[in-house]
């Protein structure tokens, strides 16, 4: 409106630059989370290999979500700095923005910043509460642990489930002081702790959609809400491919019992989730490496991450450390929930909000509550 920057307070730019800095020190020289593979990638990326191959192998494709690593290779060619400062500072300010994001989303739906900051709080620090079974009898958590088997990292910081409780978590390129294995999780890990190649680029992006999509002012608005949902995908692809089923989901029950006003803009977003598929297809990334593998590798390049997508029965939850985790298991689905932390106690709360949505056609908000 009239051309002007948005007026944000001193604060949203000290809180924003703030955490920046506080996450990009601590992700300096960090050896962990495949910065060997996304170091060289970064570098690729700036002299414009983009989508971008494997770094080992010019005959092989990424074929991975690459979109901070992106991010990260403009920052590089912008500001004239070397890979690994430019992506720490990369994965700082994408750790970062969500956070301030996030607060400002809570304070538009509470009108109370003491809500906003908790809530924010709450996205930095919730995660898996695997702690929970050191209060266990010994016994119970003797039986739990033989009807676990522990795979990846898990695997080398113990024998079995009960001995990883009390051990710490071994990890290549660790800090001087060791984490303990039953403060992280396999399933939902604390926000702070993402300093991954991912990071918070899709929490970011969902927080964008979230933000934008009840605020269009001009019909070139779809444009960026197509472009922002095209990088979900770059960003997570499972967090993208669950986004587009869900809304399908919701769009499905409006079909069926909503009201035609409702209906109104399903049209719309229908349209923006096609369109945004499409670019989705053909700008690398494991969407379009699950595309190829379909249709099969014409041009003879494959991708060096296995794009086979498969579907497990029956239903389970998958652990990075623990594998799958049967539901019909009671043990198992102990663990899971506990792996998936608190959050899984707001779910009522949340389907009620979900149908409340769909009823308002408000069909964004609607197709994240029915993907999650």
């Known amino acids: 409106r009239k051309s002007q920057l948005p007026a944000l307070a001193p604060w949203n730019w000290l809180a924003l630059g703030g955490l920046t800095l506080l996450f990009t020190a601590i992700g300096r020289g960090l050896a962990i989370f495949d910065d060997y593979q996304n170091l060289p990638t970064v570098s690729l990326l700036a002299t414009g290999d983009v989508p971008p191959h494997f770094a080992l192998d010019p005959n092989l494709r990424f074929g991975y979500h690459y979109l ?31 956070l301030v994001l996030a607060a400002h989303w809570a304070y538009r739906l509470t009108r109370d910043w003491l809500a906003a900051c908790i809530s924010s709080a709450v996205l930095a620090f919730a995660g898996g509460a695997r702690w929970l079974l050191l209060l266990l009898p010994p016994s119970w958590l003797a039986r739990i642990s033989d009807d676990v088997t522990l795979i990846g990292s898990a695997a080398t910081s113990a024998r079995n489930l009960a001995e990883a409780m009390i051990s710490p978590w071994k990890i290549d390129g660790a800090g001087p002081i060791p984490f303990p294995f039953a403060f992280y999780s396999g399933i939902n890990q604390p926000y702070i702790m993402l300093h991954t190649g991912i990071a918070g680029s899709g929490v970011l992006i969902v927080l964008l959609l979230l933000m934008t999509a009840r605020r269009w002012r001009h019909w070139s608005a779809g444009l960026v809400t197509i472009a922002l949902m095209a990088a979900l995908a770059m960003a997570n692809e499972i967090m993208f491919l669950l986004l587009g089923l869900g809304l399908l989901i919701s769009f499905i029950g409006g079909a069926i019992g909503g009201k035609s006003v409702v209906r109104a803009g399903m049209g719309r ?17 494991m969407v379009t490496e699950i595309l190829r593998n379909i249709a099969g590798p014409a041009d003879g390049v494959k991708s060096y991450f296995d794009p086979t997508p498969s579907l497990v029965w029956p239903p389970a939850i998958v652990s990075a450390h623990m594998g799958s985790l049967s539901i019909l298991r009671p043990s198992q689905l102990l663990v899971a929930f506990l792996e998936i932390g608190p959050l899984v106690l707001v779910t009522p709360a949340v389907i009620s909000l979900g149908w409340r949505c769909l009823r308002r056609g408000r069909w964004l908000e609607a197709g994240l509550i029915a993907s999650s």
Do not use: C, K, N, Y
């Open 68 to 98: 901070l690593l992106l991010l990260a290779a403009e920052l590089m060619r912008i500001g004239a700095i070397l890979p690994w400062s430019a992506l720490d500072l990369a994965r700082g300010l994408v750790l970062a923005l969500p």
């Open 269 to 285: 977003w229908l349209g923006i989730a096609a369109a945004a598929f499409l670019v989705a297809t053909v700008q690398g990334g």
